[in-house]
């Protein structure tokens, strides 16, 4: 595909976008909505009320049968609208994260999504980004590509331009070649698309990867397996109860209408739909604070973190890198003015504006500023455009205030070649021509610089590096919270056939050093102390100097002690991992870390028994946050490979997301157990009515479709209205949940045994009372029928929280649970005065005085669930088992 080496005109770009379409790979469509309407039939106990539908047609029992069968109907309804829903939700929120690429056109770099590439565009790439289209690389340096997703070969590829493999090369050979999907692990490339979407080698396989069925998120099949099992005991119980009917004499057909029946009232079937939509609400209210879920289980794992591992750029500060100082070796600092990332401001000497020969050692440190660095800044037709990591943007302003200009000194002194930024070398370099030589420009961490510098400038010319002075000076600056970067430069002799590399820097001239500032975020500290409140410990991990790491943690009131900072140095001089975790044990500031050290402190959080959250952005962080339980990487400006490694994406990057989503996570979990309660304990509350109804030989309470009526009227609505609850405002002031504690713990236990035996002997109670005073079975069943209704209404104000009074909760913050309990109370008494409903379900109306009967023996289990509370909270408080903070 013809190019050019400026790049296409936008103008030609158009013109193939039209030609080629867009970048992309047909993407999976979502089934229809009759799909979905069909697919709530795929459910072992759906064929259960199936087979109960046919057996009441087989014995013309056509009441039954068609109530039945409206049951499944508005249960798929139901189920057909949340999973719909849901889809779109997703879909919406994928939209949020695209893929970026830097293209050259027209002679200038554009940062484009990638779907807009065409053949023929130059693409540049570098470490942690995803190749976004087939290209030949037009030049490279060090450049490994994970090519896994192809070739299914896990180690890196070596790729180089120069190399011209046989056309009949198997894909792992071609090494002139990047292609699509694959990630950048190592290194910097230019290269030329040569085909996109479809007509790559991604593209070429697209069928096989698109047609995958989605994997379940591992938190709906812990669901699946606790309703699988509440489901066999559940049988067995109405097996035995079928058995003590059979003996009694009841009919064959009424036995298992009623086996059914029972079984299927009190199996949570209602869980999955709850519980998706419980979730879906937490990725929506995430969403709403800038937190995007890519897996469920991450809402599940956020409420238990109990240790947050967290970059400090751009996360807790603002990612507005300046440079605020200058210091020359041997003399006072310089000052740089102007916070902002646009060349306005100026720098000023100690005395002011700077002397003749002080402006020439100032323009050979902003020369070596531009020349040794991957950023772009440029000026364009709406403002300033910025592009590259944030330290090379910096440098970029502060020589442009200085009057140097990178384009134009580029000019001046071409290049030859460069050494690029990578973090394990923690410098990059540039070679120029100049004055008829070649010259070394580097920049980089100061202590990395020092061993190759054997003098320093000065206003009289290079003199005898003075190491102590310089140490002090750096010191000094990141004491006071700047991160330092040094600038050197000096005379290179390369041979004819030798390649550019750190071997050849030595002797060279240390310029000066430049301290850089990012303010903190103005919500940074309030967020920290927020975790601290919480029962999260926080940690800070950067590659500053600890000097200056301290000093900023300091500020965020994160650290209070240097005793505090464990540096990337001492964990590579530990001797096993039990002094790494001695170290970590006590940390709350990493500095000096390598991306590759993330790894080992994560791990060793773990051993040290936290459940740990770690932030990350780069292309090596991704084993970090492959290994934490909980990753995070940066929607804005992270890497692909630490997006697609991630649990969560910030679309802000900003730290306080995160503490947002700790909340909103606890808050999830909690709506998780609260509908898990209500289903459970009403299903176990109608199994000790009818036991006891059995044992004491009484007729069945209940008819089958009245089981079922119950079932539709107060779960089919409450469980969904509770997923909506909001939180309680305590999340954040409560420890985490114990990682290893399960979903049905002590408590649950506690509450359910004791508000199903409440409800359960109340209801037979009043059953068999109605029998003795003269009424008939099916006045005793309409009864019991509206007291098991208002049973269920009320306690879904008990299941709004574990240890809060109902009594201390607004309603109106939930009005989808206060107007739903409502109209399912209204149902029931507008079924009992519909004639072919009422005839179904055996009911009749229920006079006033009687309805207010009902209630008051409805509310004892109001009165005992808020003693049960009132009893829990006098043994504890937030750190009870089971408490909000799950």
Not at 506 to 515: D, E, F, R, S, Y
């Amino acid at each position: 595909m013809h190019g050019s080496p400026n790049g296409l005109s936008h103008a030609e770009a158009d013109a193939r976008l039209q030609h080629y379409g867009r970048n992309a790979l047909p993407a999976t469509e979502p089934p229809g909505i009759v799909h979905v309407f069909l697919h709530q039939f795929v459910s072992p106990l759906i064929y259960v009320l199936v087979a109960a539908a046919l057996v009441s047609l087989a014995i013309r029992e056509w009441s039954d049968a068609g109530f039945i069968c409206a049951v499944l109907l508005l249960n798929a309804i139901i189920g057909t609208a949340q999973e719909y829903s849901a889809q779109r939700a997703a879909k919406a929120l994928q939209l949020l994260v695209t893929t970026r690429s830097r293209v050259l056109r027209e002679g200038d770099i554009h940062e484009l999504d990638a779907e807009e590439l065409v053949p023929g565009d130059i693409v540049l790439l570098e470490s942690g980004e995803r190749v976004p289209a087939d290209m030949r690389l037009l030049a490279s340096h060090d450049l490994e590509v994970d090519e896994s997703l192809l070739t299914g070969e896990s180690a890196p590829v070596f790729k180089r331009a120069d190399g011209l493999p046989p056309v009949e090369s198997s894909l792992g050979d071609r090494v002139n070649m990047a292609f699509a999907g694959t990630l950048v692990s190592r290194g910097r490339a230019r290269g030329i698309v040569t085909g996109t979407a479809l007509n790559t080698e991604l593209g070429y396989i697209a069928s096989a990867v698109l047609d995958k069925p989605p994997t379940k998120a591992p938190l709906l099949v812990r669901m699946e397996q606790f309703t699988r099992r509440v489901a066999i005991l559940i049988g067995v119980a109405a097996l035995l109860m079928a058995g003590v009917a059979l003996g009694r004499g009841m009919p064959l057909d009424e036995i298992f209408l009623l086996a059914v029946a029972l079984a299927v009232s009190a199996i949570p079937e209602g869980l999955p739909v709850a519980l998706t939509v419980a979730l879906a609400i937490s990725m929506r209210r995430m969403a709403r604070r800038h937190v995007i879920v890519r897996r469920l289980l991450a809402v599940e794992a956020l409420g238990s973190c109990t240790f947050i591992a967290t970059d400090k750029t751009g996360t807790l500060t603002i990612n507005q890198l300046t440079a605020h100082r200058i210091v020359f070796p041997g003399h006072k600092p310089w000052e740089i003015t102007g916070d902002s990332l646009e060349p306005e401001g100026s720098i000023l000497s100690p005395r002011g504006s700077p002397l003749p020969e002080e402006e020439a050692m100032l323009g050979w440190l902003c020369q070596t500023a531009v020349l040794a660095n991957e950023g772009l800044l440029a000026r364009r037709d709406h403002g300033w455009v910025r592009h590259g990591d944030a330290v090379d943007v910096a440098l970029l302003v502060m020589a442009h205030k200085a009057g140097v200009i990178q384009a134009e000194t580029v000019n001046a002194m071409p290049e030859i070649a460069t050494i690029p930024f990578e973090s394990e070398r923690l410098f990059s370099a540039s070679l120029n021509e100049k004055d008829g030589g070649q010259h070394a420009f580097v920049k980089g961490a100061m202590e990395r610089l020092l061993p190759i510098c054997t003098t320093m400038a000065t206003l009289e010319g290079p003199v005898a590096l003075d190491r102590s002075e310089v140490e002090r000076q750096s010191q000094a600056l990141a004491t006071q919270g700047y991160r330092v970067i040094a600038l050197a430069a000096g005379d290179i002799k390369l041979g004819p056939q030798e390649v550019f590399s750190e071997e050849h820097l030595g002797n060279l001239t240390l310029i000066g050093l430049v301290g850089l500032i990012d303010p903190l975020r103005p919500e940074a500290k309030a967020a920290v102390a927020a975790c601290r409140a919480a029962g999260v410990r926080v940690a800070m991990l950067t590659g500053d100097h600890p000097e200056t790491a301290f000093a900023i943690a300091s500020e965020l009131e994160l650290a209070t002690s240097s005793s505090e900072v464990v540096t990337g140095p001492q964990l590579k001089q530990a001797e096993d991992a039990t002094a790494v975790d001695q170290l970590t044990e006590r940390a709350l500031v990493f500095a000096r870390v390598e991306p590759q050290q993330k790894l080992e402190i994560i791990q060793s959080l773990q051993r040290n028994g936290h459940f740990v959250a770690v932030s990350g952005d780069g292309a090596n962080d991704a084993p970090a946050l492959r290994a934490a339980q909980v990753g995070v990487a940066m929607g804005s400006s992270g890497t692909d490979v630490a997006r697609e490694t991630s649990d969560l994406i910030l679309t802000d990057d900003n730290f306080s997301s995160i503490v947002a989503g700790v909340e909103e996570g606890r808050i999830a979990y909690a709506n998780v157990r609260k509908v898990i309660f209500l289903l459970i304990s009403t299903g176990a509350a109608e199994l000790v009515l009818f036991t006891l109804a059995l044992l004491t030989g009484l007729p069945l309470p209940l008819l089958a479709v009245q089981l079922l009526w119950l079932n539709l009227v107060t779960n089919g609505i409450q469980d969904i209205a509770l997923a909506f609850e909001p939180g309680e405002g305590k999340e954040l002031r409560c420890p985490p949940r114990p990682p290893q504690e399960p979903i049905f713990n002590r408590l649950m236990i506690e509450r359910v045994v004791l508000s199903a035996l409440v409800i359960g002997s109340v209801a037979f109670l009043l059953f068999q009372f109605l029998l003795e005073r003269g009424f008939s079975l099916d006045e005793a069943r309409n009864g019991t029928l509206m007291l098991m209704v208002l049973f269920e209404n009320i306690h879904v104000f008990n299941s709004r929280s574990e240890n809060l009074s109902t009594f201390q909760h607004n309603p109106m913050r939930n009005p989808l649970l206060l107007f739903g309990t409502a109209v399912a109370q209204l149902i029931h008494i507008g079924a009992m005065y519909t004639p072919w409903i009422s005839d179904v379900l055996h009911i009749q109306p229920i006079a006033p005085q009687n309805w207010l009967v009902l209630l008051g023996l409805a509310l004892t289990v109001l009165v005992v669930m808020e003693l049960h509370k009132v009893f829990r909270r006098r043994l504890a408080t937030c750190s009870a088992p089971g408490n909000l903070a799950g």
